[in-house]
Nanobody, 111 residues
Framework: QVQLVESGGGLVQPGGSLRLSCAASGRNFSATNMAWYLRAPGKERRFVTISEYLGTTLYNQAVKGRFTISRDNAKNTLYLQMNSLEHKDTTIYCC?????WGQGTQVAVSS
């Protein structure tokens, strides 16, 4: 059974940093695209960034230059380094692989 478990969220001040992790289990995803989405209450999920298995990364313009996606295929884990966090980044972040979704981890940016 495939499972995606996010961690690393929390409360941070504006300008601060967080590193999110998404640990995948149940199968190996090294040959699969992996992505981060955000999920605001009552709204559709929005794309944040994707790590394509051939090495390409794409970012939503809102996070470009501040967030960095990476992956460790040996650990079957996806990461999201979030720098220069802003109030508007406050929401739940979920990882996605194929048709599978994690429950998400909450990020709150507040002074």
């Amino acid at each position: 059974q495939v499972q995606l478990v996010e961690s690393g969220g929390g409360l941070v001040q504006p300008g601060g940093s967080l590193r999110l992790s998404c640990a995948a289990s149940g199968r190996n995803f090294s040959a699969t695209n992996m992505a981060w989405y955000l999920r605001a209450p009552g709204k559709e999920r929005r794309f944040v960034t994707i790590s394509e298995y051939l090495g390409t990364t794409l970012y939503n313009q809102a996070v470009k230059g501040r967030f960095t996606i990476s992956r460790d295929n040996a650990k079957n884990t996806l990461y999201l380094q979030m720098n220069s966090l802003e109030h508007k980044d406050t929401t739940i972040y979920c990882c996605s692989v194929l048709k599978f979704w994690g429950q998400g981890t909450q990020v709150a940016v507040s002074s």
